[in-house]
């Protein structure tokens, strides 16, 4: 396919012609969201293509996979296919992926195969590190967690965060006093030493098995690794650093310490790195990620790098860009960082502000909204909306709401509340409270016995897919149920003890009351709480301030519309079965945490949740004296700054006056945003009608 060079400038204004036309050196492209940073790569990518630059030249990084697919899609739209055969382009881990792969082949032969120390490789070695650290209970509480012990979760986040601020283990301590100053010597030592541990285990496979080596690699040790590689081996670093021409990130100012080393030094030779970035969009300081270093610190790596900036708002309309532009003014950012934008497109609609008594009115307003929206619009598919919430944990609302009305709706980077696995696990034992021996009974005893934790609080169980089997046979010998089976046959004394206590916790939550609510309750004091947090608390959350027990509260709130038991696991039931339908077609309303939004647009956008402690997340406010410490706002401001900025056109911002028994009151965040102040006071004022009429329809009930 031939290229017309015009065609790919086309349309660009005169700063961003001149970062798609740079071509030599560092160059720096530093603009609010919605500016065209990532159109502006794309395009100079295209360009280099066209002009002669061989695919396989170029280098590029993105922050997800997602972006990079799409980022392909759209080269191949500009170029053709064959065109960029041979290009990189991916996230900093998938490259240093291949590398790695490659390069330790050549260097190491079989010694150089290597494992992902994946999700589950992690939990199962944390779980015997917990042990061999021994007495791990008494360890300090941190600072940060919930509970009394230490949480492989938060560890696992620390040893993560130290060594992409570029520590090894042997640093332990001195890493994590750095990163963590609020933690208390203890604390530094126990997570240390963990850490210690953990990189031992990844290593010990390694050596044990040497016939066949498997010595595990986790994502930052991907990074850490080809750093090292590329740093110290001579002919690595003679072969990569001539190997591309031209390097660049989308996203920089969430890139990490060593993600950042390693653009520098593939780029040392040539010096052309062109990197795109904002300030104001850095949501990832809880892995350490730090724009000082990065963005910031680009003068001072590069003194004669360009710097361009991209003063215009192409994404949003108007009033999208003025609110955005004010809450970013509340930034704790150095002038030259604060990138205030102009609007090209005129206002439109109004947004949208609502109040609502809970996040269950909260939700049929947004249904209501959107289906408004697209009875007026003919041409909004459901495709063009978004609901962005700062938590997991906070979508069950919506998806019952959306699941009621018929509107199909697709999760991204997480999965749908009802399938999350600790709410089949609660939702497991309400089964069982209610009726263990029909065959929805059998799934949910199954399940139960399925979740195999020795040490930590109730289930207490570890009888194993062996044991379930033979249960199975033998139920199916003796015609009965499977619960019944348990009672009637002969197991080893340690089975007995067992599934005594699973009988006697079952017959718990069962006389705990008549509720669907009471029996929840019940089964999360009878040792699922503790299950939960001593276990590993992975939830799908990253970082993202949620938590599994979150999604619990959640599943007792939703319970409360619910008198009987199995009125709630018909209704649970009616829903996954009408999720899995709707989800069928590709046409779908998305649902997703505003960390996953990023870089993305759509046409309308709902930020649910935008109240006090949800938006600004409790888990991230810090408070001195009862005085809330406007630091800890700042990551949770620019994450507000990085939702409203993904509306083209209508954006809305709702939230409920009482979350899972706690008043919010709406976030702070709405007073910085003035023009939405006239907004924010009808939307006060009319809540404040409804609970009115609401209260007097209720007086006059009761009078009746
Ligand atoms: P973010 O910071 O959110 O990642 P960004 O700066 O990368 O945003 P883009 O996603 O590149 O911004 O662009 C935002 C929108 O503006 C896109 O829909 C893009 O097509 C459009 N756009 C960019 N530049 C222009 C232009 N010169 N003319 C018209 N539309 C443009
Ligand atoms: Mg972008």
Redesign the pocket.
Known sequence: KSIDLDELSA???AQ?FEAYAHTKGAALVL????????????RRIARLIAEGVPPEKILVTTFTRRAADDMSERLVKLLGEEAVVGLWIGTFHSHCLRILKKEWAERFGKEGRFDLADEYWQKRVCRAILGKMGDYKSLPQPPFGQNMKLDPKLALLAISTAKNSGFDCEQGETALTKIYPDWEEPQVHSVAKFWRCYEQAKQKEFDVLSKVPARRLDFDDLLVEALYLLRDDKKAQEEYLSKFDYLLV??TQDTSEVQWQLARLLAKKHGNLFI?G?VG?SIYGFRGCDPKRTVMGFQASYPNGEIIR?P????SQGTVVTVANELIAHADLDDRYRLLMEP?RLSAQEPWLSQHLDAEAEALWVVERLREQLSTEPNMAFRDFALLYRTNAYSRCFEDALINAGIPYQITGGTSFYNRKEVKDLLAYLQLSVDPNSEAGTEACKRILNIASKKFGRPTRSLGMGFIKKVEEQAEKNKCSFYEMLKKGVYTTQQEVAILDFRKQIKEIHEAGETAQTRLMAARLSGYDDFIVNEDGDSEDEGEGSSRLDNLDELVAASQRFFAPEAMLTFVGGQIRKAKDAGKGQDAVNLMTVHKS????WRCVFVVGFAMNLLPHHRSLRYVDGELLPDSLEEERRIAY?AI??A?EQFALSWPQYHNAKALGPSPFLIEMPTLAPLVDDALRSQHKEDDDAQALADEEFEE
Do not use: H, M
């Open positions: 349309g660009l204004n961003q603009a609010g969201a919605g500016s065209g940073k990532t159109t502006v790569l794309i989308d996203e795109v904002d969009q991209l215009a708002n192409y994404r090209t990023k870089g993305l647009e990085v900025t993904r083209k």
